[in-house]
């Protein structure tokens, strides 16, 4: 008998639009309401040179109104439908996700199409959203873990595309008049560009109502988007930075805020990378809980800092590993040190048996909860439709998670944690003048 329910899991329904749009489908028996979610296959990374943002941008420009209807009659229709809609752009994707009563499905979904494929893009519209955005990046910019990120990755990624900020900059979103707009929005709400998920009380027309609406053609620029396979880059070779002008081990931020907020990080993987599992057990280890290595040596043990913590972030061709947070300026170099010395004693004394498989059951513990409730599964599927192809079950990756071993660790910390090669970013105080006050 099977007493890991999780390895029954059922895969959801894939099928291939007449306009070459992906969609999924994942009934949930004892949901209430239906969610379903709307993902371009392409992100900041994938812009062309002199169009960062635009993603973001269109993102929030097909909320201003559609070629029938305006903005706040599209906001009051999904109101009056108890709808709740939602957007987010990230390097990788765009996403627009919406939660509904299964009653309301049909008008919200069509509601949605229309909203995605026929934006309107006035031009005072235009107008008002471009200072709306450089709102935004002037938010992110006074906000000093998001400015530092930024930063940090651009440093990172170098000339790789991941490097780019997500929103932009002022003068770009400048430049995205009605007409460019206009011009780019079919390449990427083109059909072989969408991956549609529903999950949760799914009835038996829905299916026809979501092909009905998302029968976008395909673009011309967007033929081989089905699904692209992922590289799996030699660490360092995709960065190209030139090392005589960029210190690929220090970068200083200085701002008049009172702690300093550090990352200190090397390059890592792609999610297709083969030490995909073995990195993110590490980044586990290292600073992905309470009792994890980082945060039991820099808080628990020595009071450093109230948020410190480890984390990825992995695309389809290159990633990044960083242990983050922030502490008082006169604490960050004692903090820098732990935190290497932790690195390094991983590096020499390795990993015990109980360490790694209690790593293991959070990862495994992790990847089950992800199948709680229609909204993961939505998510779920669309990702691994994106990134894989496919979709990968979770007792796939629990089965990998188990087959790590200590030697994979162990060769893994010592290409991606080594000290030597890590840079460390800080954005805080200039020290001279915080004494000053």
Not at 20 to 29: C, K, S, Y
Not at 282 to 293: A, C, E, P, V, Y
Not at 313 to 320: A, I, N, Q, S
Not at 379 to 388: P, W
């Amino acid at each position: 008998m099977n007493f890991d329910p999780y390895r029954n899991e059922t895969p959801p329904l894939r099928e291939v639009l007449p306009g070459g749009a992906v969609l999924l489908t994942t009934p949930m028996a004892t949901a209430h309401a239906v969610t379903l979610g709307v993902w371009l296959r392409t992100g900041s990374q994938d812009e062309p040179d002199g169009l960062g943002g635009i993603s973001h941008f269109l993102e929030h420009m097909v909320f201003k109104g559609s070629t029938e209807h305006s903005s706040f009659e599209i906001a009051k229709a999904f109101d009056s439908m108890g709808a709740a809609v939602d957007a987010f752009t990230t390097k990788d994707a765009v996403a627009f996700t919406i939660k509904v009563l299964p009653e309301y499905f049909e008008p919200v979904v069509k509601l949605l199409a229309e909203m995605l494929l026929k934006p309107a893009f006035d031009p005072k519209l235009v107008a008002l959203e471009q200072n709306v955005v450089i709102e935004e990046i002037q938010e992110a910019l006074d906000t000093p873990d998001d400015r530092l990120h930024d930063a940090f990755a651009a440093r990172l990624y170098g000339k790789h595309r991941r490097g780019r900020p997500i929103l932009g900059s002022p003068g770009a979103v400048r430049s995205f008049n009605p007409d460019l707009l206009k011009s780019n929005h079919p390449r990427l709400f083109s059909g072989p560009n969408m991956v549609i998920s529903m999950s949760g009380n799914i009835q038996d027309k829905f299916r026809d109502v979501v092909a009905g609406c998302f029968d976008a053609p395909a673009h011309p620029d967007m033929q081989d988007m089905a699904f692209r396979e992922t590289p799996s880059p030699v660490k360092a070779a995709i960065v190209d930075l030139d090392l005589d002008e960029l210190d690929p081990f220090s970068l200083e931020i200085t701002s008049p805020i009172i702690q300093t907020y550090f990352e200190v990080g090397n390059l890592g993987v792609a999610l297709g990378h083969p030490d995909r599992l073995p990195v993110f057990l590490l980044t586990n280890i290292l600073g992905g809980g309470m009792s994890s290595r980082i945060f039991q040596a820099v808080r628990e043990r020595e009071g450093l800092a109230y948020t410190v913590y480890n984390y990825n972030d992995m695309g389809r061709d290159t990633g990044l590993v960083s242990c983050a947070g922030s502490c008082s300026p006169e604490k960050l170099e004692r903090l820098v040190d732990v935190i290497s010395v932790e690195y390094d004693r991983l590096i020499a004394e390795g990993l015990g048996e109980a360490e790694i498989q209690n790593n293991r059951a959070q990862i495994k513990s992790q990847l089950i909860f992800s199948l709680e409730g229609m909204v993961n599964k939505m998510f779920r599927a669309a990702r691994n439709e994106i990134y894989y192809g496919r979709f990968v079950p979770v007792e796939e990756l629990v089965d990998r998670v188990e087959s790590v071993g200590g030697d994979d660790l162990a060769r893994c910390a010592k290409t991606y944690f080594d000290p030597e090669s890590l840079l460390v970013a800080t954005h805080g105080p200039d020290i001279g003048i915080q004494q000053e006050l």
